[in-house]
């Protein structure tokens, strides 16, 4: 059993979709690694930030599913960031309609001194400073550093963002963040330049169609359970991180083999992310059902056809 | 071994794409379905029709790799049929820029009296009036009768399409066919909306995302295999639906599990069609290449999580 440390933001979204539209309602990346990697048997701690008109039954829900939230400050006459973001029709591409960082704009990230010996070290999406700040805290190097970031720090931040890149063992972005990284279409090759640049571990996201892992010259591929409905892809990236980060947490083991098995827990609770609004399905969401849904992706994806 | 009827279009392709452009070349989708069935033990053989503008050589390849030309009516004075297209930089979509038909226009398709009983019969893309002449000529049933189509004949034919799709077994189309024939946007609706119109089985291609197979409730997914150049999609999925009735021919079984192997075959073979231009990478195939790419689809699928 090992320790993860999750570093992202606390949340209010506001969401619309073509199947309905919410208040602000709880989010933020480091929300959704944090209930993922709750499903699996781990110390964890989020460090984030809030402000004092962030609800403490939120908090509670967080507390509630184990993960220590002494490092979530709350800013005293503070905003929360809150996001507003309405997807198109075929829910694959969005709008962001309202971004206030409030509080996030002066976040000062503060590792409890419990976690800065964690096992393993989840970078969310944020400025590329502050997830160097983080690495930077802990007294012992973490046995993997995964990071999440996005085309905005791209297009923004490059050097900040491959100054933190160096530093980490596994980066997880989705295909179009890939190819504006490395100026590679094909993700074989950006995958190949993402790894020179730092992470030995490559995962590209491809939303409704999958996730690669890449290493080396392997390459593993977890595909999205088809699914009947999808209401809110909102958090979906995120729990996916969870989940992969969780299991690796859980196993301590980091080799290529385990890797994969993460991504299947990563895609498994992705699944379940966007059955619902927000952290809805996350919430409720229980081991049976998790084992379940394991074995419709063994199911999805094994065969046997024997070499001659 | 069984015996693997294909009806379809053997055709000049001119192609052009980001990588290049060619001048008429061996094309049509039984040229493809032929060329990668020719990977399995098996009878095949191809209904089709060409003018007399087509080389013996072209028909020479397809008889060198075992392929039953006997059905393919050489029109005195006729013109072969012709396609020319385009593709985008992304290879993701095309424009087509030609479409002769010339002795397609005509076509009165007649089955080889040796293979009126065949095992399997692939009803390539083609005007389905076409396709329902064919699975009126056979002489038995066939175990399987697999289809594949496109969405000009949706847009053109409904009620004829309709007739064949319900005397299918299988279908083989693609993800934005599949929403249009069936008003579905979730893949996992429109499988099940398909199979109401006759099909027990229902392939889902989405090109370099893989393909799925849907069979009652139960779903497979075949990843395609993540590949560092693609130079020209042109009959990768006639490739697909080659190898995938090619390897139920030799089977001779058409459980769902087999037809997981099937689908994976097929993705195993288009991973290959799509590296050069045309046929010329199906031409050169050896079985060592093929089974060296199985087991690479083997380790990008397959993993071992056990359920605690």
Not at 101 to 120: E, G, I, R
Request: with cysteine; charged share 25%; net charge negative.
């Amino acid at each position: 059993m090992g320790k993860l440390l999750i570093v992202g933001t606390v949340a209010f979204d506001a969401i619309e979709s073509p199947f309905g539209k919410t208040d602000k309602i709880l989010g933020g990346a480091a929300t959704f690694i944090g209930l993922a990697a709750a499903q699996f048997k781990l110390d964890s701690a989020i460090v984030s930030i809030v402000g004092d008109d962030f609800p403490q039954s939120y908090l509670d829900l967080l507390k509630n599913k184990g993960i220590d939230i002494s490092g979530i400050e709350i800013v005293k006459n503070g905003k929360t960031f809150f996001w507003k973001g309405k997807y198109h029709n075929d829910l694959n591409s969005r709008d962001t309609l309202i971004t206030d960082l409030n509080v996030l704009a002066d976040f000062d990230p503060k590792v409890p001194s419990n976690f800065k010996d964690a096992d393993v070290l989840m970078l969310g999406n944020l400025h590329p400073n502050l997830q160097l700040n983080v690495i930077q805290q802990m007294e012992e190097k973490p046995k993997l550093i995964a990071l999440d970031t996005m085309n905005f720090w791209m297009n923004n931040t490059m050097p900040e963002l491959k100054e933190v890149i160096r530093h980490t063992d596994v980066i997880t972005i989705n295909d179009e963040e890939a190819r504006q990284l490395t100026n590679e279409y094909s993700l074989v090759k950006a995958a190949q330049k993402i790894q020179a640049m730092g992470p030995k571990y490559v995962v590209i996201k491809k939303g409704e169609h999958g996730a690669l892992l890449f290493h080396d010259d392997e390459v593993f591929f977890a595909p999205a359970l088809p699914l009947e409905e999808v209401f809110d892809p909102t958090g979906a990236g995120d729990t996916f991180a969870g989940g992969f980060v969780g299991y690796i947490a859980e196993t301590e083991n980091i080799s290529f083999n385990n890797l994969r098995n993460a991504v299947i827990h990563g895609s498994n609770l992705a699944s379940f992310c966007v059955e619902k609004f927000g952290t809805e399905r996350m919430l409720q969401l229980t081991k049976e059902e998790v084992d379940r849904r394991l074995d419709q992706f063994k199911q999805l994806t094994q065969f046997d056809i024997e070499l001659k």
